[in-house]
């Protein structure tokens, strides 16, 4: 059964920066690209980034994000920096059908439970 475990959310003043986790089991997590989406309240899911299964190809939403994997230790991670208040969100990681990159939510199978990330103001 495949499983997503993110985390490092949590509470971080604007400018401020977080360093979200995503452990998976399950499956080779090799073998599958990886990808972040966020959801804040009232609206819909939101893609924030991708990752193909090498690393070596990635697609973003936002340029102050970055999306990297460890594929020895089944992780991926997502850096955020210079955060905004509207980046509030809970951050869902998702592992993608097959090894390329996709930027929509259709294109991953399995998803974590999220983590919250809180930006004040």
């Known amino acids: 059964q495949v499983q997503l475990v993110e985390s490092g959310g949590g509470l971080v003043q604007a400018g401020g920066s977080l360093r979200l986790s995503c452990a998976a089991s399950?499956?080779?997590?090799?073998?599958?690209?990886m990808g972040w989406f966020r959801q804040a309240p009232g609206k819909e899911r939101e893609y924030v980034a991708g990752i193909n299964w090498s690393g070596s190809n990635t697609y973003y939403a936002d340029g102050r994000f970055t999306i990297s994997r460890d594929n020895a230790k089944n992780t991926v991670y997502l850096q955020m920096n210079s955060l905004k208040p509207e980046d509030t969100a809970v951050y869902y990681c998702a592992t993608g059908r097959g090894l390329a990159v996709f930027t929509t939510g259709r294109e991953y199978d399995y998803w974590g439970q999220g983590t919250q990330v809180t930006v004040s103001s």
């Open positions: 399950g499956r080779t997590f090799s073998s599958h690209a």
